[in-house]
């Protein structure tokens, strides 16, 4: 049971300062998680191997939703139609047996809600692969576009240069690049697509380029930002991120830069002060200390739940298991902090309807909560600037929160306020009482 208690003396505003975070298991029935989706509503649908599975209340129904095992290679995603509720489609991100790329959609049965219509694909673009980088997600933006983000197609080889074949920054090829569909429209190409020119050599598809292989990317729900998780070469991870409405164009930098390391300047455009550089980078194989890093891309919190978290970015490294909150802050600046090592081998993020957020291991699904690491705390004095407490049992506090302050108490059992506790005029004070065990 969570309890609230809000004293609002003022606009509420966004705490600059990342809390600790945890992640609660909620299922372990599964064995090659990838991609974990909604229908926009209480269900959960996780691609586990070549099937479609959902999850609603902590338990896997007995039957997946779409079933695809013999029929393709692997499943890579999956996205649902901003009007699924009304029309069924959704549409899966696969690679298929001989090896090209596919988005096909299809649609849920009419009898059976829980179970898709295997019948009724309809698949609407592919491409040739190389059985190298395939990137991998899928995702609806805030226009209603369909979003998918190519790998260069190369192999990634340990000490190697990387994009071997040149896709990354070849406005020819698909590859390395983000691709923006109108699933709505007969020829699918929204009329905000940048490179439609008669004869220009430049898929209409293509919207930016420059990628190695975007395993994770994003849309903020509230804002409509990209956030993109790109896997690095040898030396850096990296995380870019582009401000909605201006998708068009990009150019984020492989293999030109790995990170912010010029790394192939042949393969540099004309015009470098035109890329798109990495709003974070960390250090990969080469800087790490021959230990292997893979960056997982993840979302940005929009739930209710964790009010301490909105706003923050939480991704993932799949090698090592750390996991960080990244934040812009309102004067332009970047907090990104280490949160720990929680789990082994995260592959993928995902949101329910809510904007709560779960990350994956192959065989596990957790969700992430906001919490602290000691059991009780005494909060006393004045608090002048914007605060947060954390405790997993109890906070006990005679403080006077002034100066236009705002703080948050997270308690998992109680939170007292005794004789002397007083928020002045201005500040704002807001308390919950929510397990984060």
Not at 94 to 112: E, G, L, M, W
Not at 278 to 302: C, E, H, K, L, M
Not at 338 to 366: R, W
């Amino acid at each position: 049971m969570k309890t609230l208690l809000l004293l609002i003396f003022g606009p509420l505003m966004l705490f600059a300062q990342s809390p600790n975070i945890q992640a609660n298991l909620v299922s372990s029935a599964f064995s090659s998680i990838v991609d974990i989706a909604h229908a926009n509503d209480e269900r959960l649908f996780i691609v586990d191997g070549n099937r479609i599975k959902i999850l609603v209340n902590g338990q896997v129904l007995p039957t997946p939703f779409l079933d695809l095992t013999n029929q393709v290679n692997w499943v890579m995603a999956v996205a649902f139609h901003p009007n699924y509720a009304q029309n069924g489609y959704f549409y899966v991100k696969y690679k298929a047996n001989d090896a090209s790329c596919v988005i096909a959609r299809f649609q849920k049965s009419s009898s059976d809600e829980n179970i898709a219509d295997n019948n009724s694909q309809n698949i609407l673009y592919s491409y040739p692969d190389n059985n190298g980088h395939e990137g991998g997600d899928l995702e609806f933006g805030k226009d209603g576009y369909l979003y998918t983000a190519t790998g260069d197609g190369a192999s990634g080889a340990r000490n190697t240069d990387g994009d071997e074949f040149g896709n990354a920054q070849n406005m020819a090829s698909v590859k390395g690049k983000v691709l923006r569909f109108n699933v709505n429209s007969p020829n699918l190409i929204p009329i905000e697509n940048p490179y439609q020119q008669p004869n220009d050599n430049i898929p209409d598809e293509i919207i930016a380029t420059g990628l190695r292989n975007p395993w994770k990317f994003s849309f903020d729900r509230q804002t409509g930002d990209l956030w993109i998780g790109d896997v690095g070469q040898d030396s850096y991870e990296e995380v870019s991120f582009v401000p909605f409405g201006s998708f068009e164009e990009r150019n984020f930098g492989w293999s030109c830069y790995e990170g912010n390391m010029l790394h192939l300047t042949q393969n540099c455009p004309p015009n470098q002060n035109t890329l798109t550089m990495p709003i974070i980078d960390y250090a990969g194989y080469n800087f790490n200390g021959n230990q292997a890093a893979s960056v997982t891309g993840g979302y940005v919190y929009r739930g209710n739940k964790y009010p301490v978290l909105n706003g923050f970015y939480c991704y993932a490294d799949y090698n090592s298991g750390k996991f960080w909150l990244l934040k812009r802050l309102p004067n332009g600046t970047i907090s990104n902090d280490f949160k720990g090592v929680l789990m082994n081998f995260p592959t993928s993020f995902g949101e329910d309807k809510n904007g709560e957020l779960y990350v994956a291991t192959f065989d596990k699904i957790y969700q992430i909560s906001a919490c602290g690491n000691e059991q009780n705390i005494t909060v006393s004095g004045q608090i002048t600037t914007p605060s947060f407490y954390n405790a997993l049992n109890s906070i006990t506090s005679t403080a006077i929160i002034t100066n236009y302050s705002n703080v948050l108490f997270s308690a998992s059992n109680k939170i007292e306020l005794n004789a002397g506790f007083k928020v002045d005029n201005g500040s704002v004070f807001y308390a919950q009482i929510d397990s984060c065990r």
